[in-house]
C-alpha cells in the first residue's frame, strides 16, 4: 500500500470533484467522486431513481438513458464523462402534469411490461430509436430490444407496443 | 461492481492528452467511450489511478477517403457513425465495414463505443482488430516524439496487448485499399454477446471484373479470423487456395473453408472447445465467402 492509500484509508477521505449536468433540461452541479457512475449519480444524488440498476456492466440495459438523443448505457460511464452533454431520463418522458406519453400509453396497452423493472431502460432505448429511425418496422425493432433484457414478457408485447407508437406518430404526421 | 478510486482528467487537445499520459506513467490510462474499460474497472480487472478523458479531443471524429482510395478513420469515430454512413462516405469498396457493425454489441454500446478504443482494447474477437488485419490497415499512433505508424499485423501483440506504449494514443486507422467482395460474420451464443469465432475475407476478381464475379475468375483473397488464437490472424493457408484462381464456386469456397479449419489450432475454453471452434471456422468461412462474391 503506498502511503498516500494508507493516509486515505485513515482518513476516509477520497478526492471529490465537481460535475456540472444537464438533466431533462435543468442544470445540476453535484459534488462526487470520479469514479461514480452516471446512473449513480441521477439515482443517489440528483433522487432520479426511475432510471433503474441492474448488472452495473452493461449487459441488462436497466439504466439506458439517452445521451445527446442517443440510447447509452449509464453504468458504463462515469458522470464526468457526461459533462457538456444532454442527458434524459424516463421521468422526462411524462407531461408536467403526469401524462403518459405515447410511448408509455402504447407499453401500457400492449401490456409491454410485467414487473417493471426494466421498463425505463426500454423506454428510452425506443425513444432513442424511434427519434432516430421514425420509418422503422418490426424487424429492426427487434434487433434494437436485443440490446436490453427483459425476464416476464418475452419481448413480443414490447415489440408491438413500440411498433404500435411508431406507426401512430407516422399517421400523426400525415394527418 | 464498483471502481477503484481514481483521479478524472480531461484532455482538450491530443498533444495535452499525451503530455499528461507521460507524466502519469503505467498509473494512467485513457478513456475513450469507456464501453469495455468501465465494465473492467467495475471488476477491478483494471485499476487506474488516473483517466484521461480523450472523447471530446477535437478533429479524432471523422470518415475520410483520400485521393489514393485509402479510407481514413478518426479515433474517436463511433461505431454507430460507421453504421449509419452513407454511401458517399464509405462507397462500395468500405461497405463491409459499415455491415460489419450490427456485430459490435448492441446499439446502446455502439452509440458510445469508438473505432480506436475497440482497436487500442485488442480483445481477439472484437470486430475492428479483425477487419484492421483483414485490411492491412495502418495504425497511426501520437505520442511525446511525434507520429508512427504501425501496420495492423505487427499492432496486436496477445489478449489484450497491443504495440502501444504508455503514453501514446491512437488517432487514426487507414484502410489502404478498398475491397467490393468482403463479409464479416460470426457466431456468439446471443447476438450481440462477444463471438466465439469470427471470420472475414474479401475476394479480389482484379479491375476488369466486368461481367461480373459468376464469369469472372478469381485472382485472389483474404481469409481473417478472430476467437482462434491470441489475437486475430490472416490464414495463408486458406489464401491460396483463392490465390490458385478459378471459378468463385461452392466448391472452390468449401476447399478454402477446409483449409481454414485445417491450418488453425483453437484453444478451448468454456465458451467452445478447440474442435468445436475448428469446426465453427470452417462453417463460418463458408458463408463469409458466399456473403462475399454475391456483393
Known amino acids: 500500500m503506498t502511503a498516500e492509500s494508507t493516509a486515505q484509508a485513515r482518513t476516509g477521505y477520497r478526492e ?25 449519480v441521477l439515482r443517489h444524488d440528483l433522487g432520479l431513481t426511475g432510471t433503474h440498476v441492474g448488472c452495473e456492466h452493461g449487459i441488462c440495459g436497466a439504466c439506458t438513458v439517452l445521451v445527446d438523443g442517443r440510447p447509452a448505457r449509464a453504468c458504463l460511464m462515469f458522470a464526468a464523462q457526461a459533462e457538456g452533454s444532454a442527458v434524459r431520463t424516463v421521468e422526462s418522458l411524462a407531461g408536467p402534469d403526469g401524462e403518459l406519453s405515447d410511448l408509455q400509453e402504447a407499453f401500457t396497452r400492449h401490456h409491454a411490461l410485467q414487473c417493471g423493472f426494466c421498463t425505463p431502460g426500454f423506454l428510452m432505448l425506443a425513444e432513442g430509436h424511434l427519434a432516430a429511425c421514425p420509418r422503422t418496422d418490426k424487424a429492426e425493432i427487434r434487433e434494437v430490444v436485443a440490446a436490453n433484457l427483459c425476464r416476464c414478457t418475452g419481448y413480443q408485447t414490447i415489440v408491438e407496443a413500440i411498433d404500435d407508437c411508431a406507426r401512430q406518430r407516422r399517421n400523426r404526421e400525415e394527418d | 461492481m464498483k471502481p477503484a478510486p481514481f483521479t478524472y482528467h480531461r484532455a482538450r487537445d491530443t498533444e495535452g492528452a499525451v503530455r499528461l499520459l507521460a507524466e502519469l506513467g503505467d ?30 479531443l477535437p478533429d479524432l471524429d471523422y470518415l475520410r477517403r483520400d485521393a489514393d482510395g485509402a479510407l481514413r478513420i478518426g ?22 465495414l459499415r455491415d460489419a457493425m450490427r456485430w459490435v454489441g448492441h446499439l446502446p454500446i455502439r452509440t458510445r463505443g469508438t473505432v480506436g478504443g475497440s482497436i487500442a482494447h485488442a480483445d481477439a474477437t472484437a470486430e475492428w482488430c479483425l477487419l484492421a488485419v483483414l485490411f492491412d490497415a495502418e495504425l497511426t499512433a501520437y505520442g511525446p516524439h511525434g507520429e508512427r505508424r504501425i501496420p495492423a499485423a505487427e499492432f496486436f501483440h496477445g489478449f489484450y496487448t497491443n504495440a502501444l506504449e504508455p503514453d501514446e494514443l491512437l488517432v487514426d486507422v487507414r484502410f489502404p485499399a478498398p475491397a467490393r467482395h468482403a463479409a464479416l460474420t460470426e457466431f456468439a451464443e446471443r447476438h450481440g454477446d462477444f463471438a466465439i469465432v469470427s471470420a472475414a475475407v474479401t475476394l479480389d476478381f482484379g479491375p476488369e471484373e466486368g461481367a461480373g ?9 483474404r481469409v481473417a479470423l478472430g476467437g482462434v488464437a491470441p489475437t486475430p490472424v490472416r490464414v495463408p493457408e486458406a489464401e491460396e487456395v483463392l490465390a490458385a484462381g478459378g471459378r468463385a464456386d461452392a466448391a472452390l469456397f468449401a476447399e478454402c473453408a477446409a483449409r ?15 474442435q468445436y471452434r475448428r469446426s465453427l471456422v470452417r462453417t463460418l468461412v463458408e458463408q463469409a465467402l458466399e456473403e462475399a462474391v454475391n456483393r
Request: net charge negative; hydrophobic share 40%.
Open chain 1, 16 to 40: 471529490r470533484q465537481l460535475v456540472v449536468l444537464d438533466v431533462n433540461g435543468t442544470e445540476h452541479e453535484v459534488l462526487v467522486e470520479p469514479r461514480r457512475t452516471l446512473v449513480d
Open chain 2, 75 to 96: 479515433a474517436l469515430t463511433t461505431h454507430h457513425t460507421v453504421e449509419t454512413a452513407g454511401d458517399g462516405a464509405l462507397g462500395a469498396g468500405y461497405a463491409v
Open chain 2, 260 to 274: 481454414a479449419a485445417a491450418a488453425v489450432d483453437p484453444p478451448g475454453d468454456a465458451n467452445g472447445s478447440s
Open chain 2, 27 to 56: 498509473d494512467a490510462k485513457p478513456i475513450a467511450g469507456g464501453q469495455s474499460l468501465v465494465a473492467m474497472m467495475g471488476f477491478r480487472l483494471a485499476r487506474p489511478r488516473h483517466l484521461v478523458d480523450i472523447a471530446r
Open chain 2, 213 to 221: 464475379p459468376g464469369t469472372t475468375p478469381l485472382r485472389g483473397g
